[in-house]
């Protein structure tokens, strides 16, 4: 499959006041897709946190860093945020959780969609499905060899599991080209994203994965070796215009 092109990914994570998920989702989807793309960004996906309901999630991806500057310059100093900032940082306690990243390999990028973003008041194609985001923090970079090793030994485990990786990736360690927007620098991740169409789904993956034998013997031993700290999972359920869903 084809991927999109985006060599530089952010993963964005928001701490919204309680309540105040909605109302962001809905400016957001309205107001800041087609002017975000229309100066240079992907907007590859945003996402309401099933654990945390007072968290939101988006996805944004970049040609270089470069032109991530460019684009961010553009979009912020420009009439649309200008206009609509106010009431989107009023929804926010946090938006400095942002990691970025890089596909892990040529081929670690996320895939094109088979559908079109819906427009803005038009339904959402079905099925609905869930994205899992899995976060491995390491104590060190993951290289070459890591990148090989996923590719060789875990995906494999994750897709006769049910959890194929729809994208994997990892730490972008160029400057923050934009400084107006924090990056949280000096961590080594490796983030992959796998779709389910439901709950049930995504629950019937780890349980497979945790009662693997392969998983126990051949996979995690390597990994927590690496890992830093317990790996973060996001279940994350796409917005009604979010690209990836």
């Known amino acids: 499959m084809k991927a999109l092109r985006c060599p530089v990914v952010e993963l964005r994570q928001y701490t919204l006041h309680p309540g105040q998920r909605d109302v962001l989702i809905d400016l957001f989807d309205r107001e800041f897709v087609e002017t975000q793309e229309a100066v240079g960004a992907t907007i590859l996906g945003q996402f309401r946190d099933l654990d945390d309901p007072d968290r939101f999630v988006w996805l944004r991806g970049f040609d270089d860093m470069p032109s991530r500057a460019k684009t961010l310059e553009s979009f912020y100093g420009g009439p649309v945020w200008k206009a609509h900032r106010d009431q989107a940082n009023a929804t926010m ?33 079905p099925p609905p499905s869930l994205l899992l985001a899995t976060i491995w923090y390491g104590r060190g970079p993951f290289d070459t060899a890591f990148v090989e090793f996923f590719q060789q030994r875990v995906r494999p485990v994750l897709a006769e599991t049910g959890g194929e990786p729809l994208a994997y990736l990892r730490s972008e360690h160029a400057p923050n080209t934009f400084p107006a927007l924090p990056v949280r620098t000096n961590e080594e991740v490796f983030v992959w994203f796998a779709r389910f169409t439901d709950e049930g789904h995504l629950d019937h993956h780890l349980n497979r994965l945790r009662r693997s034998e392969r998983w126990r013997e051949e996979v995690l031993p390597t990994l927590s070796e690496r890992w830093a700290r317990t790996p973060q999972r996001l279940r994350l359920a796409p917005t009604e215009r979010s690209l990836l869903r």
């Open 93 to 125: 306690i946090d938006s400095d959780d942002v990691l970025l990243l890089r596909p892990a390999s040529p081929l670690g990028g996320f895939p094109t969609p088979s559908d079109a973003r819906p427009s803005p008041g038009e339904p959402a194609p």
